[in-house]
């Protein structure tokens, strides 16, 4: 059903959302942790930054990780104050 493939979609959004505030996380990690490819773990990623998620690309030691800066918490809390 079209509603169940849509639901299941937001919450890959929101686990991600998670993901990268909780950890560094890159691609391939990002991918793994939601069963999506690659591509659709960057699409994901990309619609995060397009709901105003600050969503940066950092490179370290370990390589490349996604990272949120620190004004992405408060901003998307207060967009969406019930945590939905």
């Keep these: 059903m079209p509603y169940e493939?849509?639901?299941r979609?937001?919450?890959r959004i929101s686990k991600a959302g998670e993901l990268i505030a909780s950890s560094p996380m890159n691609t391939r990690k990002l991918a793994?942790?939601?069963d999506v490819s690659r591509p659709t773990a960057q699409r994901i990623?990309?619609?995060?930054?397009?709901r105003g998620y600050k969503i940066r690309s950092v490179h370290d030691d370990h390589g490349?990780?996604?990272?949120?800066?620190?004004d992405t918490a408060r901003?998307?809390?207060e967009?969406?104050?019930h945590g939905h």
Excluded: D, F
């Excluded at 490349?64 to 620190?70: K, P, S, V």
């Design 5 to 7: 493939r849509t639901h």
């Design 9 to 11: 979609i937001e919450q």
């Design 32 to 34: 793994i942790a939601l």
């Design 45 to 50: 990623v990309a619609e995060l930054k397009r």
């Design 64 to 70: 490349w990780h996604y990272e949120l800066t620190g």
């Design 75 to 77: 901003s998307s809390q």
């Design 79 to 81: 967009a969406n104050p």
